[in-house]
C-alpha cells in the first residue's frame, strides 16, 4: 500500500469514528432530553446553554464568536431560548449599549442535566478502555487541541 493510500485510509477510519461518535452523541443527549428535561434542544441551542452557564453572563457577539454563528443566526436562536423562558437580555446599566445574556432559574436547571448527561455518557464510553489507554488518549487529544486552536488562531489572522 503507498503512503498516500495508507494516509487516505487513516483519515477516512478517523472521519469515521467521528461521525459514530457525534451520532451516538447526539442521539443519546436527545433522547435523554425528551426523558428528563421534556424539552428539546438541538446542539447549538445546548451549547449556548453550557456557555452561558460558565460563563454566568455574556454578550451575544461572544455567543456568535465561540460557536461561530454569524449575527443574524446568533439572534434568531438566542430569541428562541428567551421565548422559551431560558435565558435572560438585562441592559447593562454602565453601558445602555451592552445587552448580557444570563440563563434563568429554568435555564441553569437545564443546562446542569445537559452536562451531568454529557459527562455520564462520556464516563460509559470510556470504560471500554483501561485506565492507563485513558491516560493515553486524553494526552493525544490535548495535543490535537493544541494544534486544532493553533490553526484556528492562524485562520482568524488570516481573515482580518
Not at 10 to 19: F, G, H, I, K
Not at 38 to 61: F, Q, W
Not at 63 to 85: D, K, M
Request: glycine share 4%.
Amino acid at each position: 500500500m503507498s503512503p498516500d493510500t495508507e494516509r487516505n485510509s487513516q483519515l477516512a477510519n478517523v472521519d469515521q469514528l467521528l461521525e459514530a461518535f457525534f451520532r451516538y452523541k447526539n442521539k443519546v443527549l436527545d433522547q435523554q432530553q425528551r426523558n428528563e428535561t421534556n424539552c428539546k434542544l438541538n446542539p447549538t441551542k445546548s451549547h449556548i446553554l453550557g456557555m452561558i452557564l460558565r460563563e454566568e453572563r455574556c454578550m451575544a457577539v461572544d455567543v456568535a464568536r465561540q460557536l461561530s454563528l454569524s449575527s443574524g443566526a446568533t439572534t434568531i436562536v438566542l430569541n428562541q431560548l428567551e421565548s422559551e423562558g431560558l435565558i435572560q437580555r438585562v441592559r447593562s446599566e454602565e453601558d445602555r449599549r451592552i445587552v448580557w445574556l444570563s440563563l434563568s432559574e429554568d435555564g441553569k436547571q437545564l443546562a446542569r442535566t445537559l452536562i451531568n448527561n454529557r459527562g455520564r455518557m462520556t464516563w460509559e464510553l470510556l470504560q471500554a478502555l483501561t485506565e492507563e489507554e485513558q491516560l493515553q488518549m486524553f494526552g493525544m487529544l490535548k495535543k490535537i487541541e493544541l494544534k486544532l486552536l493553533e490553526k484556528m488562531k492562524s485562520l482568524e489572522q488570516t481573515h482580518r
